[in-house]
């Protein structure tokens, strides 16, 4: 069998779930803190027909050697967290992180959750939850006479009582940052999890440790950009079309040799 019809056929695949990728940062470009995904690729295995700098005759070795390669694979989906455009929503509730960092939330099994996606809302006890429901960490609860909220640059909340002149605080909004967050896993949702490839989270205020400071009134959008994407979708069909081509002309080769 032609090798051809299955070096195509890995390409034909691996171009297949870069279409798949791609078709997901489009899917999600409105989304809340959404960070781009890719693939990246490796070469598979070469079969070797003949080895470099084995002998060939008398005291004379094979300057290069002869090796086949068998294709093409998927070797790992990347992630990348470039900063999203913030968007001014004037809702006291919405917070941006400018910077690094992810919001740590409360996941229903007790786990913790990692977010950047900061529209956050009140529950009916008055506590500071996700649109979804969980609740963010450490717990801020808001009292029901309340008449403003702030929230400062590192994370501080503060409200307004009726009959007080001054604020009172509430707590502190932290950030956990990690080594690798690229090695996060995405639970869909907006939310990620911790793995061994990203590292033990480390929590700190806003604006130290390296991590973002906070934005109030703002909702950090997705980093997709459409025409990059569009870009990588033209390429990734005309290198699909080039891998169908292979194919077909293995196909008209061994069509060839069954009519000898």
Do not use: C
């Amino acid at each position: 069998m032609i090798r051809s019809l299955w070096i195509a056929k890995t390409g034909m695949e691996g171009q297949q779930t870069k279409l798949d990728a791609i078709s997901n940062n489009l899917a999600n470009v409105g989304t809340n803190g959404f960070k781009r995904a890719g693939v990246q690729f490796e070469d598979l295995m070469y079969q070797n027909l003949r080895q470099a700098g084995a002998a060939n005759g008398e005291q004379a070795q094979l300057p290069t050697g002869l090796q086949v390669g068998l294709g093409v694979r998927v070797a790992a989906s990347t992630r990348h967290f470039g900063q999203g455009s913030l968007q001014q929503t004037g809702n006291n509730l919405d917070i941006a992180i400018s910077g690094q960092g992810f919001f740590q939330i409360q996941m229903p099994d007790g786990s913790t959750g990692y977010t950047r996606d900061g529209a956050f809302r009140l529950d009916a006890t008055g506590q500071l939850v996700t649109s979804a429901g969980h609740a963010v960490m450490p717990g801020i609860t808001v009292p029901a006479d309340a008449t403003s909220v702030t929230v400062a640059p590192d994370g501080t909340v503060n409200v307004s009582l009726p009959g007080q002149a001054g604020v009172q605080a509430l707590g502190q909004i932290q950030l956990a940052g990690f080594v690798n967050p690229a090695g996060l896993e995405p639970r869909g949702g907006n939310v990620f999890a911790e793995t061994a490839a990203s590292g033990a989270p480390n929590a700190a205020a806003p604006g130290a440790a390296g991590l973002g400071a906070l934005q109030q009134g703002f909702v950090e959008g997705s980093n997709v950009n459409v025409v990059e994407e569009l870009v990588a979708m033209i390429a990734t069909q005309r290198a699909y079309e080039l891998n169908s081509k292979a194919i077909q002309t293995s196909d008209q080769m061994l069509q060839r040799l069954g009519q000898l």
